[in-house]
């Protein structure tokens, strides 16, 4: 008897673990912060944004996905870069664990420098 109720106590956890995994996994990214610096020939953004995911990652899909939202939004600046600042969940934001910062140029690339 008490190893049907472990078995049973072991599937509800696993049951409520997926759950919150699959409510994660299907919200889109979040942007939780930016800052723009502008100058004649130069318009540099910083975006700290969560992925709200655990899985892995297409970094220059999701790359072109953020610039071209962000191009549509904020486009019309000279020579834009955008750095990505990206959190799996909004725990790992608040807990300030970084996943990976991106640097992107406006058509989406990733680039390992900004170029004048």
């Known amino acids: 008897m008490k190893k049907k109720k472990l078995i049973l106590a072991i599937t509800v956890c696993t049951l409520i673990l997926l759950a919150l995994l699959a409510a994660e996994e299907h919200k889109p990214y979040e942007i939780?912060?930016?800052?723009?610096?502008?100058?004649?020939?130069?318009?540099?953004?910083?975006?700290?944004?969560?992925i709200h995911t655990l899985l892995p990652i297409d970094e220059e899909e999701l790359a072109r996905e953020i610039v071209t939202d962000h191009m549509?939004?904020?486009?019309?600046?000279?020579?834009?870069?955008?750095?990505l600042e990206l959190y799996r969940t909004e725990l790992h934001y608040r807990l300030?664990?970084?996943?990976?910062?991106?640097?992107?140029?406006?058509?989406?690339?990733?680039?390992?420098?900004?170029?004048?």
């Open 32 to 50: 939780f912060h930016s800052t723009v610096m502008s100058s004649p020939n130069l318009t540099q953004n910083e975006i700290t944004l969560v």
């Open 72 to 83: 549509r939004l904020n486009g019309g600046r000279p020579n834009q870069y955008l750095e």
């Open 96 to 116: 300030g664990i970084v996943y990976d910062t991106i640097l992107c140029n406006d058509a989406g690339d990733i680039v390992s420098e900004v170029e004048f």
